[in-house]
C-alpha cells in the first residue's frame, strides 16, 4: 500500500487546514487508516484514526473537538480537518494503514507500533 498525504502549508493559530492522504490500496475497506504527526526532536505522536466504514473514530486528548478524521472509500482517501490551530500543533503529519484488524480500530491503535503502512509526511506550521 502506498499512501500520498497533501494539504500542509503555513496558517496563523486559530485558522483551519485540511490534510487528504490518498491510498493506493486495491481493497481500501481491508485498512484501518490514521493520521501521526511529528515535531522537531519528539517522537511521533497518534492524532487519530478512523475505521474501515468510517463510523468509528478515535481521537488524541490534545486534538479532541478540533480535528475531524473522514474517509472517502470511493476516492480511496482519508481526510485531517484541522480547526483551531494552535502554534503546538506544528509538525510533519503521517497518516497510515493498518492491515492487522481487517479495517477495525483495536485497543492499541493509539500506537505507531500497530500501523503498517506510512506516508512520506506533510509539514504543518502554525505561527502565533
Known amino acids: 500500500v502506498q499512501l500520498q498525504a497533501s494539504g500542509g502549508g503555513l496558517v496563523q493559530a486559530g485558522g483551519s487546514l485540511r490534510l487528504s492522504c490518498v491510498a493506493s490500496?486495491?481493497?481500501?475497506?481491508?485498512?484501518?487508516m490514521g493520521w501521526f504527526r511529528q515535531a522537531p526532536g519528539k517522537e511521533r505522536e497518534f492524532v487519530a484514526a478512523?475505521?474501515?466504514?468510517?463510523?468509528?473514530?478515535r481521537y488524541a486528548d490534545s486534538v479532541k473537538g478540533r480535528f475531524i478524521i473522514s474517509r472517502d472509500n470511493v476516492k480511496n482517501t482519508i481526510y485531517l480537518q484541522m480547526n483551531i490551530l494552535k502554534p503546538e500543533d506544528t509538525a510533519v503529519y503521517y497518516c497510515?494503514?493498518?492491515?492487522?484488524?481487517?479495517?477495525?480500530?483495536?485497543?492499541?491503535?493509539?500506537?505507531?507500533?500497530?500501523?503498517?503502512?506510512w506516508g512520506q509526511g506533510t509539514q504543518v506550521t502554525v505561527s502565533s
Open positions: 497510515a494503514a493498518m492491515s492487522r484488524a481487517n479495517g477495525g480500530l483495536g485497543e492499541h491503535s493509539d500506537s505507531r507500533y500497530e500501523w503498517d503502512y
Open positions: 490500496a486495491r481493497t481500501f475497506t481491508n485498512y484501518a
Open positions: 478512523i475505521n474501515w466504514s468510517g463510523i468509528y473514530t
